[in-house]
């Protein structure tokens, strides 16, 4: 039983590995990290990008400071998400590499979890609080505000960048409903008028209102 | 958080700020900061106070609260300008009025909140320090019995421990209500160490909050409980699942972590006993699956929070497949009380039943929302009106859902009915975490439903067929019955669905999902047939089914519903009867909601 799942093991890390051409070019660490770098052909010289090496290195600082278990992905991946905004798909490779994981493993528990997101998000990102009490208090009028006023639907992030939307199951904050989260900071007792506000107070701009 | 040295001096005031959610996000952090520093300077020294953060005080809806001890004053609604009144008011002996609290109904001014309709009828146990405590120092849990509790269980052998919880009749506050007792000796009994010790913090239910209020205000009695039922069971590891959304309630828990570890309350040989035993946070995804147990273990393995059949228990193959205690943190937050005031105290409150008290989070469309505990037994009616204040804008109460999505609808006959786990289930509804969430005519019944089922559509892992499509093809019929396509045979395919997806889910997600259907079906069965035969709905929320209208006999002009409205539907000359434009109407409802004439009707 034991070696059938180190053969299957052994096979599917050495499947990830293949995906990378050259990994030998690339830094240690950081094989499956570059793939798209690598097979591009010119590894070496996209790997000294100061950007990108940064990014790398922050990438690899948030994962490598948890000991290689499979129980620390859901930790990892929640400073990964705190830093970047999102998952980079580098950095996902990276923490299965880490915890001795299939990159698959670690894809699951990513888009099983709602906390995590694959693509970048908004520089602003308003949470809207769709929980019972914010519900009946009127949330579904403030979601629809915001994508009339921003053109987004929850999931979604403008064009350029700046805003994105969610809608999230209850934040907590029952008694001061319905509730808005832009970034960090929580906006009580919210209305169709106070969106419009809200969004001005972020850089936004809102159009007059059109009927329908 | 307070990291400011308090004085101990016998003559100067504490002023208690509260630093819950509620408050925070009305603002209590500058009121905080402001005190501090108007404290700090020439003006504020002559009154030798000191300031102090605490979590939650419960009545979140007159935030933020500032209470000033030894006077026992409480000020409502405080804001940065009112400070230097605030402090001038300590100096001169006096009172701010205009901050006291203000009943709604007799105008009377309160100087304490102790005095007030909604916290009078409340008996606290497990939110006995919140509020009251600096919920970042250790010290000053230790000065209300902090640890005491477990002192005096490290003296008794462990089967003394469990009988006193046995005898306490505590029955578990995440939604089952399993006897914690039995829980803990089925689990003490099992021969295979290592055994583990979980505190289920994952708060998912949609409404409620005692946990995180729990968390964020009194992290030490989590720790206390979890570590009496180490030596309980003999656990040597125990690990507390958070939702990640609570960030306060993970930086206090690890802060308390801290500083149990320093004063020898967890680590080697607590207390100089035999017992070994850590703690140590775990931060959630953001799933709703995982406050089902076998699911919160598989998300702490590292896995996706899937759950598993229970032939057999977590106490006996839970965390890595060792034996594992699991309960939640309202229940850990009792147990330090049993043991420091002995179980037959506790066992006196409440019903035959349900033993003690339960934290309800009092919310929706109720004037106090907040958080209230109250003893086992007390009847829906003193909990909404009584203590809540009955229901703003003079409308008529419609009904309390209770136990999140599992749980279910109760109507307005039902009012007396005395809250416990068991009457609740009689009622087809549940105890669930104790989210009480209040609803009046403005709330449609099918909406609710279609909610709550949407909600669990969207939560469902997806592992077993019942839940995963039982669930969409609910959430697909109740869609179309609010957007009127609804027909009568639609109530029997919900209801033969609902029975499916009881009877053969895996898991209690899946097996409660039907309650909210079946809940409204039973109760409010003419707003379903409202929908489908009239095609209208009678609290004016779905969209496709409402249309306002303004009656120009009540209309007095006032012009506010106009100046409210976001898309410019109204119009109407000053102290002239209003018109809606229906084409131009959003239906978003803030007309009605804000027209002090009762003049905005529903077609």
């Known amino acids: ?212 | 958080m307070s990291q400011l040295p308090t004085e101990n001096n016998m003559n100067s005031r504490m002023i208690l700020v509260c630093c819950g959610t509620g408050c925070q996000a009305s603002g209590s952090l500058d009121v905080l900061a402001s005190l501090r520093s108007l404290l700090a300077s020439d003006t504020g020294t002559a009154v030798q106070a000191s300031t102090k953060s605490t979590g939650c005080n419960g009545l979140c809806e007159k935030g933020p609260l500032v209470k000033i001890l030894p006077d026992d004053i409480t000020y409502c609604q405080v804001t940065v300008e009112d400070v230097p009144d605030i402090v001038k008011s300590l100096q001169d002996g006096t009172l701010v009025q205009r901050l006291l609290y203000r009943d709604p109904v007799t105008k009377q001014h309160y100087r304490s909140h102790h005095e007030t309709g909604f916290y009078k009828k409340q008996h606290k146990l497990a939110l006995r320090n919140i509020g009251e405590i600096d919920p970042a120092d250790i010290r000053d849990y230790l000065d209300r019995r902090g640890y005491q509790a477990l002192r005096k269980a490290l003296a008794m052998s462990p089967a003394q421990v469990i009988d006193e919880v046995l005898a306490s009749g505590l029955r578990g506050r995440g939604g089952g209500g399993f006897p914690t007792g039995r829980k803990w000796k089925s689990c003490a009994v099992v021969d295979h160490a290592p055994r583990y010790v979980i505190c289920n913090g994952d708060e998912g239910d949609p409404g409620a909050f005692m946990d995180r209020s729990i968390m964020e205000g009194d992290p030490h009695t989590v720790l206390e409980g979890m570590i009496i039922c180490a030596h309980a069971i003999g656990a040597s590891a125990g690990f507390i699942y958070v939702r990640d959304e609570y960030d306060l309630a993970v930086v206090n828990l690890n802060q308390a972590i801290r500083d149990a570890r320093a004063a020898g309350y967890l680590g080697n040989h607590i207390q100089g006993s035999g017992l070994d035993f850590d703690i140590e946070v775990v931060r959630g995804g953001g799933a709703f699956v995982c406050g089902e147990e076998t699911a919160l273990i598989a998300s702490i393995e590292g896995n996706p929070g899937e759950p598993r059949d229970k032939y057999v228990f977590p106490t006996a193959k839970g965390l890595w497949g060792q034996p594992t205690v699991i309960n939640n943190v309202e229940t850990w937050a009792n147990v330090p009380v049993i043991i420091d005031r002995g179980a037959a105290e506790f066992a006196a409150i409440g019903t035959a039943g349900s033993k003690g008290t339960k934290v309800f989070s009092l919310v929706g469309k109720v004037v106090n929302t907040g958080l209230v505990e109250v003893p086992m037994g007390t009847t829906l009616r003193e909990i909404i009106f009584d203590i809540g204040g009955g229901i703003p804008k003079g409308r008529r109460f419609k009904a309390v859902q209770t136990g999140g999505p599992s749980g279910g609808c109760i109507p307005a006959n039902l009012l007396d009915l005395a809250v416990d786990f068991d009457s609740l289930t009689a009622a087809g509804s549940m105890m669930g975490s104790g989210g009480l969430i209040v609803m009046d005519d403005r709330t449609c019944m099918v909406e609710v439903a279609r909610y709550y089922v949407n909600f669990l559509a969207g939560e469902s892992c997806g592992k077993c067929t019942p839940c995963r499509e039982g669930i969409s093809l609910m959430l697909e019929i109740l869609t179309r019955i609010t957007e009127g396509h609804g027909t009568i045979a639609d109530l029997d395919l919900l209801e033969n669905l609902s029975a499916t997806v009881q009877a053969a889910s895996l898991c209690a997600l899946g097996r409660t999902a039907p309650n909210p259907v079946l809940s409204t079906l039973k109760y409010f069965r003419d707003e379903y047939l409202a929908h489908i035969i009239d095609h209208r709905c009678p609290a004016g929320v779905c969209k496709e089914l409402t249309e306002f209208y303004i009656d120009a006999d009540l209309c007095t002009g006032c012009g506010l519903c106009r100046k409210k409205c976001p898309a410019d539907a109204v119009t109407g000359e000053k102290k002239q009867p209003h018109v809606i434009d229906a084409a131009k109407c959003i239906k978003c409802g803030e007309c009605i909601n804000n027209c002090r004439f009762q003049a905005v009707k529903i077609r």
């Open chain 1, 1 to 212: 039983m034991m070696n059938i799942r180190q053969a299957l093991k052994l096979f599917l890390q050495a499947c990830c590995a293949r995906r990378v051409p050259d990994s030998g070019a690339c830094p240690a660490g950081g094989e499956s990290g570059h793939t798209y770098a690598c097979t591009k052909g010119d590894g070496a010289e996209m790997a000294v990008d100061p950007q990108q090496a940064a990014v790398q290195h922050s990438m690899e600082r948030i994962v490598w400071q948890y000991p290689p278990e499979q129980r620390y992905i859901l930790a990892i991946m929640q400073d990964l998400q705190k830093e970047f905004n999102y998952l980079p798909r580098e950095a996902l490779s990276l923490t299965a590499d880490h915890v001795q994981v299939p990159l698959g493993k670690v894809y699951s528990m990513a888009t099983f979890y709602k906390a995590f997101s694959l693509t970048p998000r908004g520089r602003i990102n308003f949470k809207a609080c769709d929980g019972t009490a914010c519900h009946i208090k009127g949330s579904l009028v403030i979601i629809d505000e915001l994508h009339k006023c921003l053109g987004i639907k929850p999931g979604e992030t403008t064009a350029d960048g700046e805003f994105s939307l969610e809608t999230v199951n209850c934040l907590g904050a029952c008694a001061i409903a319905p509730v808005l989260v832009a970034n960090h900071k929580v906006h009580a007792k919210v209305t169709a008028t106070a969106v419009r506000e809200i969004i001005k107070t972020y850089g936004g701009r809102v159009d007059e209102p059109v009927a329908n």
